[in-house]
């Protein structure tokens, strides 16, 4: 994305005057959607000319996050093969055209993908407040990707990427559900088996739906079951949605409102093939 | 109240068109209406400070303003009325990287004298308004799009300002 915010008054208006005011309007072209590469960004042909486009105001979820292939299923389903129009509105960083598609059927691609639940409004670079409404009326209805009470915008999922370190959270609030143990290496094949503890010091029993665990690389794992008063639950991670890392990781247990219960580290030297990482608690 | 979360975004949405509608009207704008990321935002921003100077008038508050103060390093509030820091955002944080900025941008202002507040039109995103609350504390978050909270904003500046020490309207 080009946007950035002016926080210079005297700067943002040169920058009004000067630069897209002047900038030509680019002609909208119908082409054929050769390639979904995700759910926000398609591949088209025209004549001989392919044309990554990245739509315009919605983000979807990233590869390997929760809801990515789902998104890019909705793209794929409303556009491969079909000849849409598209409309550009500038570029990004990444030289993609940015643009705003018009299905065969009249309807506006950037917005269905919103209004179904599979992309955010993308807030930091779009002022279109009728995607924002769309947006509010799917996380409203629960549709796609809200069915997630308070699914990571992919964003932040971006910046928890890139400081490889802390996930963009706020501060640990405890409140007596902990992740007691994990089993990132179990005997034999990983995948299907890793496994997580959750530890109830309350004396009441807690519903994890809506809860999750996410890791340092921003991957989330939702968990589900029940959590007895004073008791604790094993939950073998049977969704490769969140690899525990053998050679160290960082975990946290989110609650459905999106606050951080509890945050884990293990490295390298804690883990051994079968054995549990407890967390002293 | 003179305003309300209603009246404001309306009167936001009658500037922001005129603004497109004027800067058209510059030679270089050859009558093209710009299409330029953060003038909704400066429109917002400048139509909140003179609501909420039109607010103070009617308690016969009049505190000098001042915009994109400077409170150490990098970090700039919107604007200041007198002792007060405002810091203004129109459809809530772009991250929660933003969270821990903010809550950074208080501390620093505090550590200057000035009471910061966060004033937004809508945050729909649950874990970002838990999250600037949290970093700011409730009496100094404000989302319009929720019930009362034009009159706890006007509220919380005219008793900041007429709590002030020295602070002569």
């Known amino acids: 994305m080009i946007h950035t915010k002016h926080r210079s008054t005297t700067a943002m208006v040169a920058t009004m005057l000067l630069l897209p005011a002047l900038a030509p309007a680019a002609e909208p072209f119908t082409a054929t959607v050769v390639r979904v590469k995700d759910g926000d960004t398609i591949v088209v042909l025209q004549g001989t000319t392919q044309t990554d486009i990245r739509l315009e105001g919605i983000d979807c979820p990233e590869l390997h996050q929760a809801f990515s292939q789902r998104a890019k299923q909705a793209t794929s389903g409303l556009t491969q093969g079909k000849a849409v129009t598209v409309l550009p509105t500038g570029t990004d960083k990444y030289e993609r055209t940015l643009a705003n598609v018009t299905l065969p059927d009249g309807r506006n691609l950037n917005q269905e993908l919103i209004r179904q639940g599979w992309a955010w409004w993308f807030r930091k670079y779009s002022k279109d407040e009728g995607l924002a409404k769309l947006e509010a009326e799917a996380r409203a209805a629960k549709r796609g990707l809200w069915a997630d009470l308070n699914p990571t915008p992919p964003w932040d999922w971006r910046a928890a990427q890139k400081n490889n370190a802390k996930p963009a959270l706020g501060d640990v609030v405890p409140n007596g559900l902990e992740v007691t143990d994990l089993l990132p290496d179990p005997v034999g094949r990983d995948e299907g088996h890793e496994a997580v503890e959750i530890g109830n010091s309350t004396d009441k029993s807690v519903d994890l739906g809506g809860w999750k665990l996410r890791d340092r690389a921003g991957n989330e794992y939702r968990l589900a079951g029940t959590v007895a008063a004073r008791g604790r639950l094993r939950i073998v991670m049977t969704a490769a949605t969140m690899p525990l890392n053998n050679d160290g990781d960082t975990v946290l247990l989110i609650d459905p409102a999106g606050v951080v219960r509890c945050r884990v580290e293990y490295n390298a030297d804690h883990v051994r093939a079968g054995n549990w990482v407890e967390f002293g608690r | ?169």
Not at chain 2, 12 to 17: A, D, K
Not at chain 2, 25 to 47: D, K, M, N, Y
Not at chain 2, 102 to 114: D, L, P, S
Not at chain 2, 134 to 160: K, M
């Open chain 2, 1 to 169: 109240m003179k305003y309300d979360a209603k009246k404001i975004s309306e009167m936001t949405e009658t500037n922001l068109r005129l603004a497109k509608m004027r800067l058209a009207e510059l030679p270089i704008c050859c009558g093209r209406e710009p299409s330029i990321a953060g003038l909704h935002g400066w429109v917002f921003e400048q139509t909140l400070q003179f609501c909420i100077r039109e607010e103070l008038a009617e308690h016969g508050l009049s505190p000098d303003v001042e915009e994109q103060v400077g409170i150490g390093g990098r970090a700039k509030a919107d604007f200041r009325l007198a002792h007060v820091l405002i810091e203004v955002k129109t459809r809530g944080l772009f991250g929660m990287a933003d969270v821990q900025k903010y809550g950074k941008y208080r501390e620093q202002a505090e550590g200057r004298g000035y009471r910061y507040l966060f004033v937004t039109a809508s945050e729909t995103h649950e874990p970002y308004r838990r999250g600037i609350i949290e970093a700011l504390g409730q009496s100094n978050v404000f989302i319009l799009a929720q019930p009362g909270e034009w009159e706890r904003l006007v509220t919380t500046i005219v008793q900041e300002l007429k709590a002030k020490t020295g602070y002569c309207p």
